[in-house]
Structures are given as C-alpha cells and as structure tokens.
C-alpha cells in the first residue's frame, strides 16, 4: 500500500534563517506531488506542484522554492524565512492524471520567531 | 480562472439534525470533485468524492449531489454526531494535474 511520510512535524525557526521540508512516497511510482501552506484557521494554498523528476511548476510566487531530485522525494525550500511564511506545510500524492483523490502527509507546523 | 467557491464558512447544527455545505465551480471541464474533512491540528482526510457522470453518491450518513449544468455541489450529512465537527473542503479538477480547494466550512455539533 502507499504511504506519504513528511517531516519533520513541527519546527520553530528564527526569521531569515533557511528552511528544508521533506516528503517522501512509497509503494507507487510517478506520482504527481504538492505543497500546500494552511495559515492559521485558513484554506489550503498550493505553493507547487511536480508532474516528475524535476518538473515543478509554482502557483505563488514568494521566498519559498520547490525541487523533485526524486521520483518519490519532494522538497520545499527556503534562503530566508519570514514572519508570513509561518503556518501548517502538508505535502501531498496522487496518481497522475489527479482524477483521483490526494493523499496528505501529516504536515509540518512552522513558526518563524 | 480556477475558482471553486464554499458556503457557508461556518455552520452549526443540533446533533441529529442534517448539515449541508455547498459549493461552485468555474471550470464546465472539471470531471471530479472530491470532500475532505480536517480535524484541528490534523491533517484533510479525503471522506467521499463524485465524478462528473453521476450524479449522487451516498455512504452511509454522508452524501453528495452534482449539478453538471449548474455547476455546483453539494455535501449532505444526516443523523449528525459530534465526531462530525471538523472543518470541510471541497474540491474540483483544473486540468489533469490538480485539484483547486474551496475556502472551508467549519461545522460545529451541537449536542
């Protein structure tokens, strides 16, 4: 069965330092793959999203940045944190094409101090 | 554009009593439209999901309607129970690679 493991489950970072988030999939291959960011009481933004090995097409732009080195490995990125870029990361699978449902890792709840 | 609106933003309801979300979207080439219900602190867990050649689809106390033509959606849920309180999203395809959220329902049970 296929499994979605992200990490790490929370982080507090001081504001300009860097950022590395984690995803990884298991048990399929080619999977599309997504980064979403959740502020506080809010809904759920797409930051990225890959179709394959180093395909990555963006939907905000911001200080943040995505990369696939990996077929089941996706990581989101950061030179410079800031105060706005605190809130709840959830990395996400599907099968391609996305007619079928997402599954979400358990996400990562970052506070930038 | 991509646009997938969601009423209302926050509903509460007597337990045992029937809750409905519903939602819009933009694309007339949108063909799946998924639920997800997200516990706090949790992550959103897909619940039910219809495509675009039905038109209802039920699980147990959970259901959704599609309207093709007028596009929109709908989610139903009856006999509700305090584990039901949670915040809802819907969903939508914009082309084959992603899906576009609505903004969310928190529902609230009240016992």
């Known amino acids: 069965s296929q499994t979605i493991h992200q990490w790490p489950a929370t982080l507090v970072q001081p504001v300009g330092s860097p950022l590395s988030l984690e995803c990884t999939v298991e048990g399929t291959s080619n999977p599309n793959l997504y980064w979403y960011r959740q502020a506080a009481g809010r809904g759920l933004q797409l930051l990225f999203y890959s179709v394959g090995i180093g395909q990555i097409s963006s939907e905000v732009p911001q200080n943040l940045s995505a990369s696939r080195p990996q077929d089941r490995q996706f990581i989101l990125s950061s030179k410079k944190l800031l105060l706005s870029d605190s809130g709840f990361y959830l990395c996400a699978w599907s099968v391609q094409p996305s007619n079928y449902g997402y599954t979400f890792g358990s996400g990562t709840r970052l506070t930038v101090v | 554009g991509e646009n997938v609106e969601q009423h209302p933003s926050t509903l509460s309801v007597q337990e045992g009593d029937s809750a409905v979300i519903k939602c819009t979207y933009s694309d007339s080439a949108s063909n799946y439209f998924p639920w997800y219900k997200q516990e706090l602190g949790k992550r959103p867990q897909l619940i039910i999901d219809i495509r675009s050649n039905v038109g209802e689809k039920k699980d147990q106390r959970i259901a959704v309607t599609l309207n093709k033509t007028a596009k929109h959606f709908s989610l139903h849920i009856t006999e509700t129970q305090p584990e039901d309180s949670a915040v809802y999203f819907c969903?939508?395809?914009?082309?084959?690679?992603?899906?576009?959220f609505g903004t969310g329902t928190r529902l609230t049970i009240i016992p």
């Open positions: 969903a939508a395809t914009f082309g084959n690679e992603k899906l576009t």
